[in-house]
C-alpha cells in the first residue's frame, strides 16, 4: 500500500508542474496592445526600451508617477507632470488619467 500511495504521490506532482507550465509552451506573441512594437525615440527613452507593449508602456509611467509622487493630492486622478513626463505627453503640465493612453498613441507606430 506504501507504493501505491507513494506513486500517487509522484504521479500528483508531475501533474501539477504539467498543468503549471502549459501557458509558457503556447509560445504565441501578443496582439492588440500587449504586442510588443518599437516605440518613439522620447518614449524609449523614457522606458529604457526600444520596444514595448502599450500595457509594459503603461505600466512603466506608473511606477514612475508613483515612485515620484506625481499624483494630485488633492484629486488623484490627476498627474503633475515633471520635465520627463512632459517629454512623452506632449509639454502638458497636468494629464488626467484617462489621457495617458491617448497620449501615448502618438508614440506607437500605426499597424496597418
Known amino acids: 500500500m506504501a507504493t501505491v500511495s507513494r506513486v500517487f504521490g509522484a504521479c500528483r506532482v508531475l501533474m501539477?508542474?504539467?498543468?503549471?507550465?502549459?501557458?509558457?509552451?503556447?509560445?504565441?506573441?501578443?496582439?492588440?496592445?500587449?504586442?510588443?512594437?518599437?516605440?518613439?525615440?522620447?518614449?524609449?527613452?523614457f522606458i529604457g526600451e526600444n520596444e514595448v507593449s502599450r500595457t509594459t508602456a503603461v505600466k512603466k509611467i506608473w511606477e514612475y508617477i508613483k515612485l515620484n509622487n506625481l499624483q494630485n493630492p488633492e484629486n488623484k486622478r490627476e498627474i503633475l507632470c515633471d520635465e520627463q513626463l512632459k517629454t512623452i505627453f506632449s509639454g502638458k503640465d497636468t494629464v488626467g488619467f484617462l489621457e495617458i493612453s491617448k497620449l501615448l498613441s502618438q508614440h506607437f507606430p500605426k499597424s496597418a
Open 16 to 45: 501539477a508542474k504539467a498543468a503549471s507550465s502549459a501557458g509558457a509552451k503556447n509560445g504565441r506573441q501578443g496582439t492588440g496592445i500587449l504586442k510588443v512594437v518599437p516605440v518613439s525615440k522620447p518614449l524609449a527613452t
